[in-house]
């Protein structure tokens, strides 16, 4: 299918890749073919790719999170998470007008800038959101049941983890500090200071903890970010990117 369209025909395909983290997806094709054009995008589009990317990333994990908990016997967890989520889901609306399958990046650029007011509505979601981490937490932290439950399940080591190519959280949770923003940075990740979380059993538990702190990382980043973003274009104007005028066809 990719094959037959456009580089930016391709951006909708993307968002499908992962329904729980479109915006990631996005940017990941975009930076792709950027390289291959060796475009030069400009700073504010970089900023905001790394913000929408990162609101993503947190989505993402409370979706899993949320779920995980479930499945292990905490609903009241799985609702909570899920009620952040949709904060979240507010402010990718906001941004891009679409909840899940966004198309919010082009080769170039994206769509459209912030909407005005955008950096209050995040600090706002972020307080409530932060409230929600802490109450999740006060529930499972010295939950015998739950913890016994994660604890000693699915145990991966490092070594077999580096075996397996594993990556993202597991990777980390099973004690490989590795994560590409810190290790091969691109976007602006090596302006932003945040830590990356690592387990040290490799199970289901250090796995659920190591998302668990990585959504507060995210939330880090991303008001540095906001704190940084300069002014500017969105995307590029580029003859290699840009589609040519349909011509008029008469009867």
């Known amino acids: 299918m990719c094959e037959q369209r456009t580089w930016n025909h391709v951006v909708p395909y993307t968002d499908r890749l992962n329904y729980a983290s479109p915006l990631i997806n996005n940017v990941a094709f975009a930076l792709a073919a950027e390289k291959l054009l060796e475009l030069q995008v400009p700073d504010r589009c970089q900023y905001i790719r790394m913000i929408m990317s990162e609101i993503s990333r947190i989505t993402d994990h409370m979706t899993c999170l949320g779920m995980s908990a479930t499945e292990a016997g905490a609903i009241s967890v799985g609702f909570y998470m899920l009620e952040a989520r949709e904060t979240l889901y507010d402010l990718v609306t906001a941004v891009t007008g679409a909840r899940l399958t966004v198309s919010y990046a082009r080769v170039g650029g994206v769509t459209q800038d912030f909407p005005a007011g955008f950096a209050e509505q995040v600090h706002s979601a972020f307080t409530d959101i932060r409230q929600i981490l802490a109450d999740c ?46 290790a091969q940075p691109y976007l602006f990740y090596e302006r932003i200071d945040f830590e990356v979380p690592t387990g040290t059993q490799g199970d289901n538990y250090d796995r659920f903890t190591v998302r668990f702190e990585e959504i507060r990382q995210s939330m880090r980043i991303i008001e540095q970010a906001l704190a940084q973003l300069p002014s500017g274009s969105v995307r590029v104007d580029d003859p290699r990117i840009t589609l040519p005028a349909k011509k008029e066809v008469y009867g």
């Open 137 to 182: 937490d006060k529930l499972l932290s010295k939950n015998r049941i739950f913890i016994d439950r994660m604890s000693g399940v699915g145990v991966m080591s490092k070594e077999e983890a580096i075996s397996y190519g594993v990556t993202g959280p597991l990777l980390r949770a099973a004690g490989v500090a590795y994560d590409v923003r810190r």
